[in-house]
Structures are given as C-alpha cells and as structure tokens.
C-alpha cells in the first residue's frame, strides 16, 4: 500500500482512483462496507482502489483538549487498510486551512485537482466542508459537475445497533471486547511499541510488554486475555497472553497503560513495534495488600487467559 501525506504533487500514477472516504476509525464493519463498494468501482473503471482520510482526526483539531476517543491511531489505521486491499492511503492533513474550506472548494481542490478521484464512496451521513455543510446530496451534484461518480453506502447493523465508532467504545468501555470485536469484525487491538517500564512484573516471575495509551479511548481498566502480534524482529509471530490496563493501583496510582504477558515467551521486546488484541476481559484491576497476593492473582489470570484464548481458538 502507498502512503500519501497529503494531496498536492501527487506522480500521475498516484492520482485517479476509486476511494472511500471518512475518518475510519476502527475501521469496522461500516467503514468495511463503503470500502467494499469502492473496490467494486475501482475494479469497474480499471482505476486503484484508495482511502482518502484524515489526520489529525477532526474531532481532536476542534476540542484538542478533550478526553481521548480513538480506537486507534494512524499507524494502526494504515495496517489494517493494507490487509483489506487498499493500494492508497490518503491522509489529508486536517488543519485550519481545511477546516476553513467550503465543501465546493474541497471537492475542487482536495478531490479533483489533487486527486482526479474517478469515483467516491461515503457512507450516508458523510459531512464535509466548512461547517459540516456537504452531505451526500452535494457531493452527488459536484460528482456530476466534475465529471466523477459518487455511491452513498448506507448504515450497517449488527444485532439491532448501526456500528458506530461511538457504539464500539461504548463496549469497549463496559469491557466487553467481544461485543465490539462483532461491530469491527476483527479484534479491537491496540498498536505501539514495546516501552521502558519499572520492571516490577520481572522481579514477580511476570515480565511484562509497555505500551503507551496516550491518545486512544481507554477500555474498561482491569485484565484481559489477549493475542500479541511481534510486528518485526526476531520474535515476529503471533504469542498468547495476558493483559492490564490499568494503573498499577498496589504501586499507588500512575497514568493508565497497557501491560502485557506473553505466555510461554522469553525475550527482548524493547523498542518492537506490537499489536494487542482484546480478546476477552476477565476481572477488574484491583488494589492488593501485599506483593505476594498479587502475584497469587497473577498465577489464577494467566490460567484463566489460557482457557479464554483456547475457547476462542487463538
């Protein structure tokens, strides 16, 4: 997949696909959906099939101080769009000058200019431009007048709830991974790499992976079964393990992070890029007394995680 940081300059090459557009966070099932039928134009117009998206994401350029909400961050984005298909990735720099652009305008310089998109694909309630003033109705009308095709895909459901990027933290925040994992169609993961911790897991018999949360929608704190995949190295695969999110309350109170256990693994993880997928939460964090009834709890955790991730066949 070819990764584009903006949309001037582009080589003739580079320009001229079928995309889907929206921010696709998670990119779940809905997200899934409108890149779908953008692969069914690209493949009928002989054109690439793209991705034009956004980053920052808008909501953090307009409330840079609010609460984090992403389900994932860009890197994670562009892993998981290369393993649907997507042979470019346009991330438009979203920023005062964008967000000042009247939908006309975007379309003209954004879309056709930088672009020479042959067809766009948006889900339903897609909003663009300044404002929000562009629906579905008026990039039609501009598809028209610029002489490309436009196609609305509409919501998808799952068990009665349109998939949402909201409805997904919501589950994620009542931990209940499995249930968000049904509205992304793959495990919620969480992609960083290995950092520096304290090391009080090594001393415990628990050595553990760290990894930053700085940005994302926190899930429910507490522990979880999970499955890691070692993106590069030595240690690249897939390991089983066991998971906090949490902060470390026994140690006293810290800023929440990702702690990981990989079940029968010894090595150096330092610095390698991972991915975390949430498989099932099993317990909430709790604050122990001492260090030996933690490390008691830790034992019945990894058993526990064996079983979950057995059942789920991982």
Do not use: C
């Amino acid at each position: 997949m070819h990764r584009h940081h903006g949309y001037r300059g582009l080589a003739a090459a580079e320009r001229g696909a079928a995309v889907a557009i929206g921010n696709f966070d998670g990119v779940h099932l809905g997200h899934q959906s409108v890149i779908a039928i953008a692969r069914a134009a690209a493949a009928e117009r002989d054109a690439p099939l793209g991705v034009v998206t956004f980053e920052p994401h808008p909501r953090s350029f307009f409330n840079p101080d609010g609460p984090p909400f992403r389900l994932m961050n860009a890197e994670a984005r562009a892993h998981r769009l290369d393993k649907l298909g997507v042979e470019h990735l346009y991330e438009i720099p979203f920023n005062a000058d964008l967000a000042s652009m009247t939908a006309e305008t975007f379309v003209e310089e954004v879309l056709v200019e930088g672009l020479a998109v042959r067809h766009v694909v948006a889900g339903e309630d897609f909003r663009f431009g300044k404002g929000r003033q562009g629906d579905g109705i008026l990039l039609r009308a501009l598809g028209a007048h610029y002489g490309f095709g436009v196609t609305l895909a509409p919501l998808v459901s799952e068990a009665g709830t349109d998939v949402s990027s909201s409805a997904i933290r919501a589950a994620l925040s009542e931990g209940r991974p499995e249930r968000a994992a049904r509205m992304l169609g793959h495990w919620h993961r969480i992609e960083g790499r290995v950092e520096h911790g304290d090391k009080r897991g090594r001393d415990m018999g628990f050595p553990t992976a760290n990894l930053s949360l700085e940005g994302l929608h926190l899930p429910r704190l507490g522990i979880y079964a999970v499955s890691v995949d070692v993106l590069e190295g030595q240690w690249r695969g897939r390991w089983r393990g066991a998971a906090s999110i949490g902060e470390r309350p026994t140690f006293g109170v810290h800023a929440p992070n990702l702690e990981v256990h990989l079940l029968d693994f010894s090595g150096d993880l330092y610095g390698t890029a991972v991915s975390v997928a949430l498989v099932a939460y099993l317990r909430p964090e709790l604050k122990f007394e001492s260090v030996d009834a933690l490390v008691a709890q830790m034992h019945r955790d990894v058993a526990e995680a064996r079983e979950r991730l057995e059942l789920a066949g991982l």
